[in-house]
């Protein structure tokens, strides 16, 4: 599929808003149609380990060693002073992004997308945080970043909600496209809590449907715990 500018317009129209998250690809890719046993990829949204007090450092090591391919970071604006002590893994936009990803290759782990979940209807607060989002992505040569439309206002009406996303993603989308060639896909994630395989997704007809696309996509499992990482991807592997 030969790459093309991503207009404003078509970014918008293609970006998928659901429960569980929004899809913005900062550096879209050019689709490469391959002709391969195994189109899909097992990730691991950093949350696993959230309640296990690791660093990131700490948690790309975990997901390397459960045998994941790719990871995706979770990024915040300033500093926190649980993750510079080591007890989060979140990641600050404050830091060279390619220190982050000289951490993923020294672990053989690739970055599938960056969690960058913000109230989309609170401008104040999403807006600048997810444009620099884009631009940390982008050093990293990351092609996606998430978020959601998040907690809204209690005095906004839904009318005023939706014009409230219209203008953060408008803005979002004016970043994106000065880095953006072609649509890549649609991404959603799930939520967090649990490990694939407990809930009632059929994930043999979900990865059967998948591979017919004929695209190389990662499946970034979002879950709770390492033991939820764990089980996730013993289920999850096999299916592949």
């Known amino acids: 599929m030969k790459a093309g500018k991503l207009s404003r317009r078509k970014f918008l129209k293609n970006a998928t808003v659901g429960t569980t998250g929004l899809m913005i690809a900062p550096s879209i890719l050019s689709i490469k149609f391959k002709e391969q046993k195994n189109m899909i990829k097992l990730g691991i949204n950093m949350e696993f380990v959230r309640s296990h007090d690791m660093s990131f450092t700490d948690g790309v090591k975990k997901a390397a060693e459960i045998g994941y391919e790719y990871c995706e970071p979770m990024v915040h604006w300033g500093r926190e002073l649980l993750s510079e002590a080591g007890y989060f893994h979140s990641v600050s936009m404050f830091n060279d992004p390619l220190l982050i990803k000289d951490i993923c290759d020294r672990n053989k782990i690739k970055i599938s997308g960056l969690s960058s979940h913000t109230p989309l209807c609170k401008p104040e607060i999403s807006l600048e945080y997810l444009k620099q989002a884009i631009r940390f992505a982008a050093e990293m040569g990351v092609s996606v970043v998430n978020t959601d439309e998040g907690p809204k206002p209690e005095w906004t009406t839904r009318e005023m909600d939706y014009c409230l996303m219209k203008y953060t993603l408008t803005e979002a989308a004016r970043v994106a496209e000065r880095q953006s060639n072609s649509e890549r896909g649609k991404v959603s994630g799930t939520p967090v809590g649990c490990a694939c395989g407990d809930g009632v997704v059929d994930w043999k007809r979900v990865i059967d449907i998948v591979k017919s696309s004929g695209r190389e996509i990662v499946f970034s ?18 299916l592949l």
């Open 221 to 238: 499992v979002e879950c709770g715990t390492i033991e939820q990482a764990i089980r996730s991807f013993k289920h999850l592997s096999p």
